[in-house]
């Protein structure tokens, strides 16, 4: 049977009343960062558009990235992976194995060439003709270059796709890089993240699903509605930065305060990232929320800009200040406070650990 | 004779292949290899580093794992440089850990192994009202009703149910229907549906499952909560050196941790304890005691042989773990051997395995006679603190280096090396965990924990459902497969044992998360060594780490995957992927069905299992390209 299926005639087909399928579009309208105005022309795409099948590669990567996918709440992998889009061809959740499935992965090809989605989780190992990653009895390099080639579209899912990610890292032994320094001439989107937010992975699909187009992409080519501000900006902790309430180590009185986490090692000046406005887990938290320095796990070679936990060094990522100070400044409309008051607010820090913290905890007797 | 190759081994992590020389008159596997296919050489990328980031690099080794190189970890951290972390920071750690090991073993039963044993096409088949019918026996019959203890227990009544109504299978087996007609099965596409092993079980029974498998697919991410809560994420939660990053206080309004978050973690923790007892033991034990019944008891290989364990959850906070104290302060003291199990208790012999064992080159190391590698010294096998790596790729026996038709395997064929136990091959895993302390109780070795009582309860609960003995369905397929259940459970109620031991602590007025007296590297030795241990969700796992000035100076891990996946040895045999699976039986040669489940039953994690080591002051011959700094 052929694809042509839209989102609603499949919900049709699959027994799903109107009313779930409008509830659908609804949340999908929110989840891609749309107005509610214009949830009617969410519902007319899905009304009309049909569904690609999506191809999913594995090259240099831990599978983290899948396990993200799966985390995702609003709209749950079920929904996503039974009803949305047709996922094909996937190492991790395909029942199929060995010589069968990669027949079925040839007979995709070449029945839907040029329209379906690739999605890429790891990075691509260049080295010795790429003999560091071999699927099927063949290089990863040679799988990727064959599926790109009848690919709409192209999703670098993580860092690892997006950048060529840990094993790319210095010296990087198999000679990995991104899946865009191998393919070009595709709609290309780079999705990154150590893994990238669950709910970002999903309406990322969902988009290209619903409007038979990639999502706007920033200079970098990501999303600019997950990518298109820095953790630092979205951040709740922020009031502390610039207010100059820092915690000068962990576990201190700063740390059990919550302020800000810059001085250990924070890279949120430099991070561009939906963290601090989405969060993990449906909001729940996130690193920073948890008293973690966030690590920049979405940018660029993050790997080699450490050690994680010394305060923000040099970083060679394109439109940021690398001095987080005059970050910190910047970003603060030129609040000299916010670096001049670290000393005095640090010396305040130092009197209030001296105070015994009373912790008077309640609970029933054990 | 045929030789068959499965590649892409699916449903794992990682890329594996496997081939198979099968007698195709009595389905009889004369041979077997498996070949661990793509090595990212992290190890390498760790030298140089800052101890203190290590953690986070390792974490990467795997996402499915993710946690478990972590604390490996932080624990060789911590161990070289002498820091005991706080109680607090122990209990937080041990949670995560607890955390991780129920909620991997349930994704793998449903997400990764189930499609082996049931089929949304026998789905079809199923009456609706039979299966709600079944579903009520399944609940009655083999539930397991054990329990760890619990001193905060604030769930009301238990949440979470399977529905035993003919609505509910009937909608489900709409949807299926639905997609099998459709044409488009998406991730149920291009499968050996028509293989005879799916008939093994009535329909109702692949109906149960496949309800349960979409169930599961959305209720699994709920049972991360303390990773979030405590790390901030998960995959990939955030740890520090010394403890944990997440400070708790009851008196700031912005505290990572307080009450709030803690009644988060706490209901995580109990839907975990819910899933696991009403839904992932009652149809794994549904399931395996049918094919016990039908003589599936094949499948176990190296398992009655020899079976190998690290042990884990420290109860209390321990000052190192080469010096021996870690194995004083355990919860579940899985470590050991235990040799010859499969021929009963009584035959089966028990050496231990503790503190300065692991930094001893005579009881373990590693050898590459078939791996991809060279060593200066050819059949010397060498211990993680003195590896010595040069890849040396020579490709397949027929085709070329990057188009194969069959690996050598007379020749080198695997990214992952072999590692061995004086000198000898041994699987890891939930099963030998489960072997091991069982053996350890029997013979009066050890008193039991709680923890470790509750693993003989459940051997003996199972072997009584079955109606055999621990030694034959525990090293079998089906066993090995069973035990990853009820160590969910175990798990289940570990976790919820240290959460109480957490709120108790803080309640005495404990709120200390991190040790940071030495953070500074200007406080650490000019060189250090250490160790760091964990029982991860696929067996015991090793880390040991070279520290000098303040940096990495040597970094080697040997995981579950590489003692289990590891190709063979001359002198000391097949590793236990390929032994267990020349001891299965396949009945069609082209579709080895029975082979998928035996691979999937270790629960295969390859991206861990390859890796590289870097010879001290050694330059290992790498081109170095940065492909970042394009202008």
């Not at chain 2, 081939?19 to 760790?46: F, H, N, P, Q």
């Not at chain 2, 709409?174 to 007609?181: F, L, M, S, Y």
Request: with cysteine.
């Amino acid at each position: 049977m052929e694809h042509s299926d839209s989102m609603w005639a499949l919900f049709q087909k699959r027994g799903v009343s109107r009313r779930s399928f409008l509830k659908t579009c609804a949340v999908v309208t929110g989840m891609l960062g749309l107005s509610p105005a214009m949830l009617p022309k969410v519902v007319a795409a899905a009304e009309k558009k049909t569904l690609p099948p999506v191809i999913w590669l594995h090259g240099h990567e831990c599978t983290g990235c899948d396990e993200a996918f799966i985390r995702s709440q609003s709209p749950l992998a079920s929904d996503v992976v039974l009803n949305m889009i047709s996922l094909e061809y996937s190492d991790t959740l395909s029942a199929s194995a060995g010589e069968a499935f990669e027949h079925h992965l040839k007979d995709l090809m070449k029945k839907y060439a040029g329209q379906y989605i690739l999605a890429v989780e790891g990075g691509v190992p260049l080295a010795d003709n790429g003999i560091h990653c071999m699927t099927g009895g063949r290089t990863f390099l040679a799988a990727l270059k064959e599926a790109a080639a009848g690919a709409a579209a192209i999703i670098e899912y993580g860092s690892c796709a997006a950048w060529g990610g840990i094993q790319a890292a210095k010296p990087n032994p198999t000679k990995s890089v991104s899946v865009s320094d191998v393919i070009s001439g595709k709609p290309i989107v780079k999705v990154p993240g150590c893994p990238p937010i669950p709910e970002v992975m999903t309406a990322v699909v969902m988009h290209f699903a619903l409007f038979g187009q990639l999502p706007p992409l920033d200079a970098q080519g990501r999303p600019k509605q997950f990518y298109g501000n820095r953790i630092h900006d979205t951040c709740y902790r922020r009031p502390f930065f610039d207010s100059g309430m820092f915690v000068e180590k962990f576990d201190d009185a700063g740390a059990k305060a919550g302020w800000c986490l810059y001085k250990v090692g924070c890279r949120g000046p430099v991070a561009y990232n939906s963290c601090g406005n989405m969060r993990w887990w449906n909001g729940l938290s996130y690193p920073i929320q948890s008293g973690a320095p966030c690590f920049a796990c979405g940018s660029n070679n993050f790997w080699d800009n450490g050690p994680f936990f010394e305060r923000l060094p040099d970083l060679p990522v394109p439109g940021t200040i690398a001095d987080a100070d005059k970050v910190g400044m910047v970003a603060a409309g030129a609040a000299l406070v916010g670096v001049v008051a670290h000393g005095a607010l640090s010396a305040m820090q130092k009197s209030k650990q001296a105070k015994q913290q009373d912790t008077d905890v309640r609970g029933p007797e054990a | 004779m045929k030789r068959i190759v499965v590649d892409p081994v699916t449903r794992i992590e990682g890329h594996l292949r496997v081939e198979l020389k099968i007698d195709e008159a009595t389905g009889k596997v004369e041979d077997a290899l498996s070949s661990g296919t793509a090595w990212r050489g992290i190890e390498l990328i760790l030298k140089d580093r800052d101890p203190r980031d290590a953690w986070a690099f390792v974490q990467r080794i795997c996402g499915v794992c993710t946690t478990v190189h972590a604390l490996a970890s932080l624990r060789s951290v911590e161990d070289a440089l002498g820091i005991e972390i706080p109680k607090n920071a122990n209990y937080m750690r041990n949670i995560m850990n607890a955390t991780q090991t129920a909620q991997d073993h349930l994704v793998h039963f449903y997400h990764l192994h189930a499609l082996d044993w049931v089929s949304p096409v026998e789905a079809l088949k199923a009456d609706p009202a039979a299966t709600a019918a079944l579903q009520n026996t399944v609940l009655e019959k083999y539930a397991l009703p054990l329990s760890g203890p619990m001193d905060f227990n604030f769930d009301a009544y238990p949440k979470d149910f399977p529905k035993a109504t003919t609505a509910y299978y009937k909608a489900v087996q709409g949807k299926v229907k639905q997609i099998v007609e459709s044409g488009q099965l998406g991730i149920f596409a291009a499968h050996w549906w028509d293989h005879p092993d799916y008939q093994l079980l009535p329909p109702e029974v692949h109906l149960m499952a496949v309800g349960h498998y979409l169930n599961m697919l959305d209720r699994q991410r709920e049972l991360v909560g303390s990773h979030v809560v405590f790390g901030g994420k998960n995959p990939h939660p955030h740890y520090i050196v010394g403890g944990m990053p997440c400070s708790i206080s009851m008196n700031d309004m912005n505290a990572p941790v307080n009450s709030e978050r803690l009644a988060v973690v706490d209901q995580s923790i109990m839907l975990a304890i819910n899933l696991v007892n009403y839904f992932y033991l009652p149809d794994l034990l549904a399931i395996g005691h049918m094919y016990v019944q039908k003589g599936y008891v094949d499948g176990g290989g190296l398992a009655k042989e020899r079976v190998l364990g690290y042990g884990d959850f420290p109860d209390e906070p321990y000052t190192g773990i080469a010096n021996g104290d870690f194995h004083k302060k355990l919860l579940l003291r899985s470590n050991g051997v235990v040799e010859n199990f499969g021929k009963g208790l009584s035959a089966a012999v028990y050496h231990d395995l503790t503190g300065k064992d692991y930094a001893d080159p005579a009881i373990l190391a590693e050898g590459v006679e078939h791996s991809w590698y060279n060593y200066p010294q050819a059949g010397k096998d060498l211990h993680p603190f003195e590896g010595v790596t040069a890849q040396n790729y020579t490709g397949p026996k027929e085709g070329t280096k990057t188009e194969w038709k069959y690996l050598d395997e007379s020749g080198k064929y695997s990214w992952l090396k072999t590692p061995k136990w004086k000198g000898k091959m041994a699987e890891v895993g939930p099963l030998a965990r489960y072997i091991i302390v069982y053996t350890k109780v029997k013979k009066g070795v050890i008193q039991p924990t709680w923890a470790e009582k509750m693993v003989v309860d459940q051997i003996e609960a199972v072997s009584k459902v079955l109606g055999l003995p621990p030694e034959v369905w525990l090293p079998t397929m089906v066993g090995r497969t069973a035990v990853r259940g009820l160590e969910a459970q175990l798990n289940a109620y570990i976790n919820k044992y240290f959460f109480d031991k957490l709120i108790k602590n803080i309640r005495a007025g404990d709120t200390a998360v991190a040790n940071t007296v030495k953070w500074e590297p200007a406080s650490w030795a000019k060189a250090a060594k250490g160790v760091g241990l964990h029982e991860a969700p696929r067996g015991a796992l090793g880390h040991w780490v070279v520290i000098k000035d303040g940096k990495i100076d040597n970094y080697q891990a040997i995981v579950p995957t590489t003692w289990n996946g590891c190709p063979r040895d001359s002198k000391a045999g097949y590793g236990a992927y390929e032994a267990s699976m020349i001891d299965t039986k396949v009945k069609v040669a082209d579709k080895p069905l029975e082979i998928l489940k035996t691979i999937h039953s270790f629960d295969p994690c390859i991206a861990c299992a390859t890796h590289l080591y870097d010879a001290e002051g050694k330059e290992v011959g790498v081109v170095h390209t940065d492909p970042y700094f394009k202008v």
